[in-house]
């Protein structure tokens, strides 16, 4: 079976300059090869920095989806890494939750003329929103049909095992709703662990590579603000798109994905 990488960006600057250096650094980057990517938008960054991601509305290389309206992190996590144990956020009403997620998506409607499909959480959890079939209720009602939310491993960190692939949440009653989850946060995460200048590329190639020989899927998840720190013209973005290539995996948006699996579903 072949491998298939899915890149997702996180664009969630408040900064609308560093938004609009990373949709051009990116933009190019993807053009220039042909391939696809999925951009999940914060709310508040796409009303500060629309006149940059209106750009890309209508061009096949770029799927645009949400990324909640203020980055409110939904469920309490806890995180045992390098630094220690770590608390973010906390179990938030399911109101506020609500409104989060309506917000983002009439933002997009208002900003850009659609009501997206996707969204990625903030933050991502230990088995995404598996325990969470209120939060998935929420989503649903507001036409979300695809998410990123398992980005966590049992230790709260990173990364997570290829093991983990794309599901239903067919047991929490929402057989419609694909988990695509996140394999690391290899742009940031990784690179507060071991420096922004170091090779974060060579680290996710390596895994890439085990994909490819699993015949896995894998998420490359990246960030607006730090996807282009330390290197601006996204080399090392580029570089694992080229590696992929050689490798024989396939490159798909979430959007993507979700169509072909819910295709594969109706067989």
Known sequence: MQATLCIGYDVESDNARTTGLFIAAMTRVHEARGVPCTLFLKGKTLEKSAKHIKRLVGNPLFDLQQHTYSHLVFKRIECYCYRGKEIYGKDEPIDAIQKEVEKASQVCQKKLGFRPIGMTTPFAFYKGLTDRPDILKVLHDAGIRFTRSWGRNEEGYNPVSLDVQPFFYDEQGFPDMLECPANGWQD???????????????????????????????????????SIQEDPQMAMTAAIIDHARAAGARILSYKALYEEKMKERAK
Do not use: T, V
């Not at 507060?192 to 020989?213: I, V």
């Open 188 to 226: 940031c995460i990784w690179r507060q662990e071991h420096g922004y200048k170091n090779r974060w590329d060579e680290k996710f190639n390596a895994d890439l590579d085990e994909a490819a020989a699993r015949g896995r899927y894998i998420c490359l998840c990246q960030h607006d603000w730090s």
